[in-house]
């Protein structure tokens, strides 16, 4: 349990009823509460909602952690930012069934986001102005990264 808050900057929070905690505080609780389990497969459906931009760096981290040791972790996200930053492979629900692939390769279907209400990622959005693959395996997954491939690019 220790280890668990200690990953998600808890530990100052440990002696604090739960009542007391922030929205984001209370998801970041839980969350560690799942991992002190260490279970095979985590199941998150919005995890990074209502969270300020260092829980859900943090957050994150702990899930990178998390895999790195052999869990498989499931998200559920409206998030498409988040989703093409952060996983591998997709499921992205439409009307009447599902599409199924790579991140590169559904994120970067603008029809089949539009469809299902689902926002282009800005990554996806900002590399297709600038005419760049990303569909490679490599893809650039963040603004910062995008950056260093029109860099490297001259």
Do not use: F
């Not at 739960?18 to 985590?42: F, I, N, W």
């Amino acid at each position: 349990v220790e280890e668990a808050l200690a990953l998600l900057d808890l530990l100052p929070l440990a002696d604090r009823p739960v009542h007391h905690l922030s929205y984001g505080q209370r998801k970041r609780v839980a969350l560690a509460g799942a991992m002190a389990m260490r279970p095979a497969v985590m199941l998150l459906d919005e995890p990074t909602a209502g969270v300020d931009d260092v829980g859900v760096r943090d957050a994150l981290d702990a899930l990178a952690r998390l895999e790195r040791a052999g869990t498989t972790v499931v998200v559920s996200t409206h998030d498409s930012d988040l989703a093409w930053a952060w996983a591998d492979d997709v499921v992205l629900l439409q009307q009447g069934g599902i599409r199924q692939g790579s991140c590169a390769e559904v994120m970067s279907d603008a029809d089949a986001l539009t469809a299902s209400r689902v926002a282009v990622p800005a990554v996806v959005r900002v590399g297709a102005a600038l005419g760049l693959d990303l569909l490679a395996d490599n893809r650039p997954r963040t603004a910062d990264d995008l950056v260093g491939l029109v860099h490297a690019r001259g």
